[in-house]
């Protein structure tokens, strides 16, 4: 590949990954001008959030698969393309039944661009060093794009409103997808097969459950939608299972779910994301509801949280290499946990400065967690199951966030003199949430010793 056809699927990697992780974020500012300028009841506001998660979550569990199906390269434009042209959407929405569907469309865009972006930088890379740095390159991108959501979309709230959130999205888009098609070299396609019934079954089930978890407050659980819902989710864990068991390549290959590493990983993810989006979302509307916060100042206090985020993500690999990555995921995870007690107390005092503070740790800890737990759940288990792995603990962190949110909304309330009472059982039950992944880490450990212990007569 020549130079300067290395240098354009860089930049455009790392265009995708910033635009992807900064949509997961970004939205949560605009949600209090959501709430009066579209008259968005509590439900609404957590499916802005959620809708974009969800498709996310079910089409990244085979998006391997799509982009060697329909090549790297076209994924990537297909996927910008159904990024922007939903983002467009989304800044044009009369309603919010019409930005919710479009935030829909738009997680879908975000799951076709991300691992394409990833095959194209790597396959960029001349030799296994400069692929090691564009990875790190790739990550951080995406590591500054959620650390910049709020404090993003905080600005543009205040400067204009709500829908230069979008807007922006759709200058970034086209310009990227003309750069793409005139200079974006095609890569080689892979091999693996589409796991359609898998995909189609995985989101019935993520999204009966979320959809019973949102609506259920407000419509009853005896209601015929959260009912509907709760039995297509069933109905879709029955299918998938099944699908699993029947298909030649399926989504989850056995040996994932068989590894007790992997799923004890996968569900500190689902936890971890559990608790961190689902404050995002508790915070963001406590500040400007319940503390009557402009955007912009409720975005410059996510600060301390999301950007140290980025700064952690860089000692992240260092640190797991002295100590170990179960030392590390137990020590983030305690930290955590104890911030978030002080979040909670911080929460009620009249000042905004202690919350402030108490959100340092809490973000250099999360900050550990990410990086950390991705390549605890990809050593888990084979070489020949890396890929498989990273899509589902990706994908059991979407859903996590997604329950998270679902789960906090009714917390939260929607009294505004009662937010601030709310969001300390919000942050409570955060680290309740944390704490049960802590107490998976010994897990973890005793499998990878136990794994090593193996392999050692071998090298004997």
């Known amino acids: 590949m020549a130079i300067e056809h290395r240098r354009v699927v860089i930049v455009l990697a790392l265009i995708a990954a910033f635009m992807v992780f900064v949509d997961g974020t970004i939205v949560h500012?605009?949600?209090?001008?959501?709430?009066?300028?579209?008259?968005?009841?509590?439900?609404?506001?957590?499916?802005?959030?959620?809708?974009?998660?969800?498709?996310?979550?079910?089409?990244?569990?085979?998006?391997?698969?799509?982009?060697?199906?329909?090549?790297?390269?076209r994924a990537f434009v297909a996927g910008l393309l159904v990024?922007?042209?939903?983002?467009?959407?989304?800044?044009?929405?009369?309603?919010?039944?019409?930005?919710?569907?479009?935030?829909?469309?738009?997680?879908?865009?975000?799951?076709?661009?991300?691992?394409?972006?990833?095959?194209l930088a790597t396959a960029a890379a001349p030799d296994e060093h400069a692929r090691?740095?564009?990875?790190?390159?790739?990550?951080?991108?995406?590591?500054?794009?959620?650390?910049?959501?709020?404090?993003?979309?905080?600005?543009?709230?205040?400067?204009?409103?709500?829908?230069?959130?979008?807007?922006?999205?759709?200058?970034i888009g086209v310009s990227a997808a003309?750069?793409?098609?005139?200079?974006?070299?095609?890569?080689?396609?892979?091999?693996?097969?589409?796991?359609?019934?898998?995909?189609?079954?995985?989101?019935?089930?993520i999204g009966g459950l979320v959809f019973a978890l949102i609506e259920a407050p407000a419509q009853g659980l005896s209601s015929a939608p959260v009912v509907t819902a709760a039995v297509l989710a069933v109905a879709g864990l029955a299918g998938f299972i099944l699908t699993v068991r029947a298909s030649r390549a399926p989504l989850l290959p056995p040996g994932l779910y068989a590894d007790r590493a992997f799923v004890a990983t996968a569900?500190?993810?689902?936890?971890?994301?559990?608790?961190?989006?689902?404050?995002?979302?508790?915070?963001?509307?406590?500040?400007?509801q319940g503390r009557g916060l402009g955007a912009l100042a409720s975005g410059l206090l996510f600060l301390p949280l999301t950007g140290?985020?980025?700064?952690?993500?860089?000692?992240?690999?260092?640190?797991?290499?002295?100590?170990?990555?179960?030392?590390?995921?137990?020590?983030?995870?305690?930290?955590?946990?104890?911030?978030?007690?002080?979040?909670?107390?911080?929460?009620?005092?009249?000042a905004l400065w202690p919350?402030?503070?108490?959100?340092?740790?809490?973000?250099?800890?999360?900050?550990?967690?990410?990086?950390?737990m991705t390549s605890q759940a990809i050593a888990a288990v084979g070489p020949a199951l890396h890929g498989a792995a990273s899509a589902a603990f990706n994908t059991s962190r979407q859903v996590g966030g997604a329950v998270g949110i679902?789960?906090?909304?009714?917390?939260?309330?929607?009294?505004?003199?009662?937010?601030?009472?709310?969001?300390?059982?919000?942050?409570?039950?955060?680290?309740?949430?944390?704490?049960?992944g802590l107490l998976l880490t010994p897990l973890t450990r005793e499998r990878i010793r136990t794994a090593a212990a193996l392999k050692e007569p071998a090298r004997a």
């Open 308 to 350: 140290l985020i980025a700064v952690a993500n860089l000692c992240a690999a260092r640190l797991a290499r002295r100590f170990g990555r179960p030392a590390v995921l137990g020590a983030a995870q305690a930290v955590l946990v104890v911030t978030f007690l002080l979040v909670a107390w911080a929460g009620t005092a009249p």
């Open 132 to 171: 090691n740095r564009l990875v790190g390159r790739w990550s951080a991108a995406g590591g500054v794009g959620m650390a910049a959501g709020p404090l993003l979309g905080g600005a543009l709230v205040a400067v204009a409103d709500w829908r230069t959130v979008f807007g922006v999205n759709v200058l």
């Open 355 to 372: 919350l402030a503070l108490a959100l340092v740790p809490a973000g250099f800890a999360s900050g550990l967690l990410v990086p950390t």
């Open 178 to 205: 003309i750069w793409s098609v005139r200079s974006m070299p095609a890569v080689p396609r892979g091999e693996r097969r589409l796991d359609v019934a898998g995909m189609a079954t995985a989101t019935l089930l």
């Open 267 to 288: 569900a500190q993810g689902a936890l971890f994301n559990f608790a961190f989006y689902g404050l995002l979302f508790a915070m963001s509307l406590m500040l400007q």
């Open 29 to 73: 500012l605009t949600l209090a001008q959501l709430a009066s300028h579209l008259d968005a009841s509590r439900a609404e506001l957590e499916w802005a959030v959620n809708a974009y998660t969800l498709s996310f979550a079910a089409v990244m569990l085979g998006a391997g698969a799509i982009t060697d199906t329909l090549g790297a390269k």
């Open 406 to 436: 679902a789960v906090f909304g009714p917390l939260l309330g929607t009294v505004q003199g009662r937010l601030q009472d709310g969001f300390v059982v919000c942050v409570l039950v955060g680290a309740a949430a944390v704490a049960a």
């Open 83 to 119: 990024f922007t042209i939903a983002s467009a959407a989304c800044a044009a929405a009369p309603t919010m039944g019409v930005l919710n569907a479009a935030r829909l469309v738009q997680g879908v865009g975000a799951a076709l661009l991300l691992p394409s972006a990833l095959v």
